[in-house]
């Protein structure tokens, strides 16, 4: 069964740095391009950043945030640098395979004045 799991989530002071994990269970991180998304209540998953043959970032977070992966782990990461309050929310991992959307659980990312 296909499984995202994300971690590495807190509570960080705004300027500080949080490195997040997302490890793939029977889908490879290496034929796939995975996404991380962040979610605040009432509102929609907000597309963050992505890795599949290159990279793509949302435009709140270029040159903060740095997206990578190891394919021999199925493990991708998120690098966040320079936090800031409105990068508060519920951070989560996404596959797309064969039109079937794939979701993790998700962890929680609170930056504090």
């Known amino acids: 069964q296909v499984q995202l799991v994300e971690s590495g989530g807190g509570l960080v002071p705004a300027g500080g740095s949080l490195k997040l994990s997302c490890k793939t269970t029977y889908i490879s991180t290496n034929l796939n391009a995975v996404d991380w998304y962040r979610q605040t209540p009432g509102n929609e998953r907000d597309f963050v950043a992505r890795?599949?043959?290159?990279?793509r970032y949302a435009r709140p977070v270029r040159g903060r945030f740095v997206i990578s992966k190891d394919n021999a782990l199925n493990t991708v990461y998120l690098q966040m640098n320079d936090l800031k309050p409105e990068d508060s929310g519920k951070y989560f991992c996404?596959?797309?395979?064969?039109?079937?959307?794939?979701w993790g659980e998700g962890t929680q990312v609170t930056v504090s004045q």
């Open positions: 996404h596959i797309e395979r064969n039109y079937v959307h794939y």
């Open positions: 890795i599949g043959v290159g990279t």
